[in-house]
């Protein structure tokens, strides 16, 4: 299994939509992957279509980690059963870890830690240690999943770093301006420091970055501005200002599964990105490339 955050020190510069991308992704690759959304205002949630029901949301499991028993806690994403709908996400049957879905309906899953204002209590300056561990306790039961993707709130409080505890790897999302470049080389700076004091094994995952018109003179150069700043940590493919991205999203859909050459254009994009992020030397492991174009 590999927890990998999706953070940034900038807000709304795409961390929720890299993570539904990635997910998108991973659900049309087969991997069994969960969300856990640690953003208070709980968007990723909204955009993976859940409907809890009785479960409890990741505020309250982080406040008793030992007593929250995740698996009975997820939430499966609405895209998994639009996936079986729509011809099904590469067939596979759907086994939400939750225990409540039809034994045998189908196999994909896409599963969710669903976010809640209440995680707020602990994106403080001064979370102690015993705190910032909370959510790897949490995960100490995600033994189904090959992929957690945490979706983090944009600062580089608890809630980030108690992120960063449990992951073996942080993504950052940065658009190509000024602000965002500045904002990622301070990111990076933190990572490396949080890594020596906390987490040894965390290591940054790259970079991607987000809402990139091709047209723009100033993109173009942040572009090689970040390029030669971070080099190889600059994850590619880049992914492109989508004119239906909010429509997308609000209408809790998969970039796989919405119509259109230019839906279809960036859910490849996203494939490309989930691999290349999963397997940087470029060779995934034997029996675990799955990824197919469903549309
Ligand atoms: N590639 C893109 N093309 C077009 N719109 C995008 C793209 N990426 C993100 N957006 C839009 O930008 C807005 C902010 O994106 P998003 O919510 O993913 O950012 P965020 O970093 O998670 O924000 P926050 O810091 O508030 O959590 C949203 O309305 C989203 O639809
Ligand atoms: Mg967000």
């Not at 994909?108 to 976010?115: C, E, M």
């Not at 999943?145 to 992951?167: F, H, I, K």
């Not at 000024?178 to 290591?203: C, D, H």
């Amino acid at each position: 299994m590999q927890v990998v955050s999706i953070s940034s020190l900038k807000g709304g510069v795409g961390k929720t939509s890299v993570t539904t991308g990635l997910a998108s992704a991973a659900l049309a690759a087969g991997i069994p992957t969960l969300v856990v959304d640690l953003d208070p205002h709980a968007d990723a949630s909204t955009a993976l279509g859940v409907s809890p029901d009785d479960q409890l949301d990741i505020g309250r499991m982080l406040r008793s980690p030992r007593r929250a028993h995740l698996a009975d806690n997820v939430v499966p994403s609405g895209w998994v059963e639009h996936a079986r709908i729509n011809g099904g996400a590469n067939g596979r049957a759907n086994g939400s870890t939750n225990g409540r879905t039809q034994p045998g309906a189908a196999t994909s899953v896409l599963d969710v830690a669903v976010g809640s204002a209440y995680t707020g209590i602990y994106d403080r300056p001064d979370l102690g240690r015993r705190d910032l561990r909370r959510l790897s306790a949490v995960l100490a039961d995600a033994t189904n999943y090959e992929l957690v993707l945490v979706d983090c709130p944009p600062s580089l409080n608890g809630l980030t770093r108690m992120a960063w505890s449990a992951s073996d790897k942080v993504t950052l999302v940065a658009e190509p301006g000024l602000f965002s470049v500045a904002g990622t080389e301070r990111t990076m700076r933190a990572i490396a420091l949080f890594r020596q004091e906390f987490a040894p094994k965390l290591s940054p995952a790259g970079i991607v970055a987000n809402r990139v018109r091709s047209g723009s003179a100033e993109h173009t150069f942040r572009l090689s501005e970040m390029e030669s700043m971070f080099g190889q940590l600059l994850l590619s493919p880049h992914i492109p200002e989508q004119a239906n991205w909010q429509q997308i999203q609000g209408a809790a859909h998969s970039i796989h599964h919405w119509p259109g050459d230019s839906a279809k254009n960036a859910a490849g994009l996203f494939d490309t990105l989930l691999q290349n992020l999963l397997h940087p030397n470029g060779a995934a492991p034997a029996g675990t490339v799955r990824n197919r174009n469903l549309r």
